[in-house]
Structure formats: C-alpha cells, structure tokens
T-cell receptor, first 112, second 117 residues
Framework: DAGVTQSPTHLIKTRGQQVTLRCSPKSGHDTVSWYQQALGQGPQFIFQYYEEEERQRGNFPDRFSGHQFPNYSSELNVNALLLGDSALYLC???????????FGNGTRLTVT | AQSVTQLGSHVSVSEGALVLLRCNYSSSVPPYLFWYVQYPNQGLQLLLKYTSAATLVKGINGFEAEFKKSETSFHQTKPSAHMSDAAEYFCAVSGGGSGGSNYKLTFGKGTLLTVNP
C-alpha cells in the first residue's frame, strides 16, 4: 500500500519563475493538505483541498495556488518565486478532515 | 488563533534515560493536540494525538503525553531512550471545531533529540 508520494523530490528554480509540485495521496484518502517547512522551522499550513475545492487556507499570498483532481491527487503552484520560498514542501493526506494526516517525504525547493 | 511553544530546541539524553519533550499551547477553542516525529530527509509521522478523551495518551514507539489544561501543556515522555529515537519532534495544535481535527495544524519549531550511547 503506497503512502503519500510527492514529485519531484528536489527542484532548483530561479527567482521570478513558476513551479508546480505534485502529490498523490495515500490509497483511500480524499483530502490533501499542503505545508511549507523552512529550514529550522516547523511546517506552516498553506491550504487544504477536499472534493476538488480549497476548503481552508493559511496566511500565504495568492502566488500560492493549488488544485485537486478527481482522483484526489493534488498540485501546488507557486508563481513569481522569491528567495524566501526556498523550503521543504510537504503534502499530507487524510480521509476527510478528522482522520490523522499522513505526510509524504516532501519536495525540497531551492530558489536562486 | 492558536500557537505552540516547544521548550528546548535541542535535548540530549543518554541511551536508557528518560526522555522529556515539552510543549505548551495556546488555543481559543478546545484543542486537538499532536506530536509528530521527523527523521532526516523524511516527512512527518504521527506519534500520538489528544482529542478530548483521556488526558494521558499513549502513542507509538513507547511515547506518551499528558494533556494538562490548567498548564496549557502537552509534554511528551518516554521512559527509556533508544538510539533509534534520535530525530526531530514537533508538537502541533489544531483549530478543530467544524473544520475537523486536522484543521489548519499549527506546529512548534521542533525539538531535536540526540541520544548518546
């Protein structure tokens, strides 16, 4: 049973570019949440998708957007990258909004 | 709004010694509280969860945590540390309510646990 898978594992982008990160939830899960973990910090909530809609959002600018597909997989898009966007981006899936979160291993984004 | 403070960014213990990882929270609603562990280059794994049932919660790998409302704390302990426990530990609080227990988790900055042989 595959857990949460994220791609790519590492990514290097230049300031001003756009990036798309992908997440496949654990089998049987229908809810996907995205978190940003800067170096030496705890994860920060970006947003959560359920039934293909953004249900909750953290304090992140509109440059951060997402999508959930009918198969429950999800994408995180970041436009106009800044140096401060360099971080580990974690995807977590769950069954609904009350079951425990299962995290993927993350995508390490470096913005130069 | 909720917040989490983890006391001690780095805790070092000897193998076989007691592990104590401290967490204080702030929440305007009855909280859901969590401890997660993160090994190098991996995502987070849930250790244990408090959801307003028993105040003493037992988790995986021998960890347990006690919810103390009067102290707004959710400290985690393990009686005897193993080398394999070396990792970073995060305490988290959820806004809960109608959003569900995994609603907008707010994490602390983490405590790095080192276990010395």
């Amino acid at each position: 049973d595959a857990g949460v898978t994220q791609s790519p594992t590492h990514l290097i982008k230049t300031r001003g570019q756009q990036v798309t990160l992908r997440c496949s939830p654990k089998s049987g899960h229908d809810t996907v949440s995205w978190y940003q973990q800067a170096l030496g910090q705890g994860p920060q909530f970006i947003f959560q998708y359920y039934e293909e809609e953004e249900r909750q959002r953290g304090n992140f600018p509109d440059r951060f957007s997402g999508h959930q597909f009918p198969n429950y997989s999800s994408e995180l898009n970041v436009n106009a990258l800044l140096l401060g966007d360099s971080a580990l981006y974690l995807c977590a899936s769950s069954l609904g909004r009350s079951s425990p979160l299962h995290f993927g291993n993350g995508t390490r984004l470096t913005v130069t | 709004a909720q917040s989490v403070t983890q006391l001690g960014s780095h805790v070092s213990v000897s193998e076989g010694a007691l592990v104590l990882l401290r967490c204080n929270y702030s929440s305007s609603v009855p909280p859901y509280l969590f401890w997660y562990v993160q090994y190098p280059n991996q995502g987070l794994q849930l250790l244990l969860k408090y959801t307003s049932a028993a105040t003493l919660v037992k988790g995986i790998n021998g960890f347990e945590a006690e919810f103390k409302k009067s102290e707004t704390s959710f400290h985690q302990t393990k009686p005897s540390a193993h080398m394999s426990d070396a990792a970073e530990y995060f305490c988290a609080v959820s806004g809960g309510g109608s959003g569900g227990s995994n609603y907008k988790l707010t994490f602390g900055k983490g405590t790095l646990l080192t276990v010395n042989p």
